[in-house]
């Protein structure tokens, strides 16, 4: 499930803001970079920036940002001024059409954009989690192998998005090290495809998305990134994210209380997945577009022949039950 957030920093210190309130020019100036960007006028926002931010970001950079950003999160439709940031940036809540962006702008002292940066918006007040409390059981039976899962991008892509950063990916793999067991043209073909996924312990469910058709293998659908998607509630407040099970074959329904290996539904290739495998995370709130990713460490495992209490695997590992 790659992140594809588009984001870019450049900042330039500038004079320490006076409080909280947007400062008139910061309004203008705000006003004006939302109506050239709506109208598609890349050009009269280039203009705006200061020189050193023209040569940080040329015509043509300035231009491929603001298109590619366009093409994926739409028109801006509302935007709220939060505060400042460092004392440099004006912070806005920014309501596009596809997404909720933080965009902060920094201005200098002649009234040009010398800092311009591009995130999604989180609130300041969303709790903070480092690890699950919940114990934990693997969401499966028999053994799997982690295909990304680590703090590192060599073991994990997904640390690169705020809320899938401590992510797993998991397949089923045979003796020689393959999925499936033929070809790999259809999903039947491969070991994961149709298995249970159950729950990893007691808690409630707040979501359900279960219509995604199943990709052909190898292909992806980049409309609804989860797939077909079950988010359950801890009685701690952390948030179980299961993502890309099979079309039609979740169990459960929004509200549910559920108890720990519960079956959630069946192991499925929809959304951004190139083949049947488990996605599993755990975030803080229920929103994956303003959550953060927390470390999740199963409380008894088997990995790699080894039994391994209170761990987080990594890529590679072959992971059962204890």
Avoid at 16 to 22: I, L, R
Avoid at 103 to 114: G, L, P, Q, R
Wanted: hydrophobic share 35%; with cysteine; net charge neutral.
């Amino acid at each position: 499930m790659r992140n594809i957030f588009l984001t870019i920093v450049l900042a330039f210190i500038i004079s320490a803001m006076y409080g909280q309130t947007e400062n008139l020019t910061y309004k203008a100036i705000a006003d004006k970079f939302e109506a050239n960007y709506n109208t598609g006028k890349y050009d009269s926002i280039f203009a705006m920036f200061s020189t050193e931010m023209q040569t940080a970001l040329p015509l043509d950079k300035t231009t491929g940002f603001l298109t590619g950003l366009k093409s994926q999160a739409g028109q801006i439709a509302k935007r709220q001024f939060i505060k400042y940031e460092n004392g440099t940036y004006a912070r806005y809540k920014t309501n596009f059409e596809r997404a909720l962006f933080a965009v902060n702008i920094s201005v200098d002292n002649n009234s040009k954009i010398n800092g311009l940066f591009v995130k999604p918006f989180t609130e300041d007040n969303l709790p903070k989690l480092t690890r699950n409390l919940t114990k934990l059981k693997l969401p499966f039976k028999g053994e799997w192998t982690v295909i990304w899962g680590g703090d590192t991008k060599e073991l994990n892509y997904h640390i690169e998005s705020t809320a899938q950063k401590n992510a797993f990916d998991i397949v089923i793999k045979d003796a020689k090290g393959n999925s499936f067991k033929t070809d790999g043209l259809a999903n039947d073909d491969y070991y994961a495809f149709g298995q249970q996924i159950f729950a990893p312990c007691d808690g409630e469910i707040v979501l359900v998305v279960d219509g995604v058709k199943d990709n052909i293998p190898g292909e992806f659908n980049p409309v609804y990134i989860p797939g077909n998607t079950v988010i359950m509630k801890t009685a701690n407040n952390e948030y179980l994210f299961v993502a890309h099970f099979k079309q039609h074959s979740i169990k459960v329904t929004e509200d549910q209380k559920v108890h720990q290996d519960d079956v959630l539904g069946l192991c499925g290739n929809s959304g951004n997945s190139s083949e049947p495998h488990v996605h599993f995370h755990i975030q803080n709130v229920e929103n994956m577009n303003i959550a953060t990713g927390v470390k999740c460490y199963f409380d008894s495992l088997i990995v790699n022949g080894q039994i391994k209490t209170d761990y987080s695997p990594i890529k590679k590992d072959k992971i059962k039950r204890g």
